[in-house]
């Protein structure tokens, strides 16, 4: 990593890197956040998982839009990527009801503006996925706005523009990923404008991290999910009367084992690549 320039800045779980005026270095940590506090314990792997499985998804989905991904290292958690100036929305699509969703559902009837049917039941599949656009929060948890609200902050057009390539992106994995008994229920998108002014996907997609991922020989609307997400985490927390501010707490070796358990099989899942494969040559999700 000589010809690193300087550390730009930490996320919940990435660090990022200038490499020079085009081009940064975003590394995945193995750190994991829940409740919007990062954790003292990491879970092996993660970062590994979720640099792959992201580019896995960006060489599949170049017909649709395009994406960051310029490299990765061999390293399987590093990124090489465009620079890009993101958005200030969360480009969130719902296919079923869950997390904000239901909650938002449950108060109002309605999430984002979207009207819902009624008597519809926590995880049950919408009629058709919806875009649910939520502001980037500095701390705390993102908000979910409505279409107008969104269009206030990026313009009709644009609005118009991620609302199309967000929903075809949720249709296009979702279709893959239930072929391989992975139903995603939801996922975030961020986008970012090149120079020319081009809407380009970036940070990470369809990830255990950015997506709900439930078991699809499991999925029984009605209540929560099993899932190959973090969930597992969150429940684990919930049982400790924790008050969701820092600091979180050590997880137990148990839990950090059935985590990483959960993040590899929704790899191997979707890729149809052995992990082991995967930390040997990163490329391989590339071909």
């Given amino acids: 990593m000589s010809e690193i320039v300087a550390h730009v800045g930490s996320g919940k779980v990435r660090e990022l890197y200038a490499l020079d005026d085009a081009r940064l270095l975003l590394v995945a940590s193995d750190r994991i956040s829940t409740f919007d506090v990062v954790l003292p314990t990491e879970i092996p792997d993660k970062g590994r998982v979720l640099t792959g499985l992201a580019a896995f998804w960006f060489a599949r989905t170049r017909h649709l839009v395009p994406n960051h991904l310029l490299a990765l290292r061999d390293d399987g958690r590093s990124t090489e990527c465009r620079r890009l100036e993101m958005l200030p929305i969360e480009c969130v699509v719902r296919g079923y009801l869950a997390g904000s969703g239901w909650k938002d559902y449950v108060a109002s009837g309605a999430t984002s503006g979207h009207a819902l049917p009624s008597g519809m039941r926590e995880s049950d599949q919408l009629p058709e996925p919806i875009f ?23 313009g009709p057009e644009r609005f118009r523009e991620v609302e199309r390539v967000g929903l075809a992106l949720y249709e296009h994995a979702a279709k893959y990923a239930r072929e ?10 961020e986008f970012g404008l090149d120079d020319e002014g081009r809407l380009v996907l970036g940070d990470e997609a369809l990830t255990p991290d950015s997506s709900r991922f439930w078991p699809a020989d499991e999925y029984a609307p009605g209540g929560a999910q099993p899932s190959f997400d973090k969930q597992f985490v969150r429940d684990y927390c919930e049982t400790l009367g924790w008050d969701k501010t820092a600091p979180g707490p050590e997880l137990p070796d148990d839990v950090v084992a059935g985590t990483r358990v959960r993040y590899v099989e929704a790899f191997e899942r979707i890729t149809g690549i052995a992990f082991a494969d995967y930390v040997a040559d990163p490329d391989v999700v590339l071909r």
């Fill in 180 to 189: 391989r008994g992975i139903v995603i229920a939801d996922t975030k998108f």
């Fill in 132 to 154: 649910t656009p939520a502001t980037k929060a500095q701390s705390g948890h993102d908000q979910n706005i409505d279409a107008e609200q969104a269009s206030q902050l990026v």
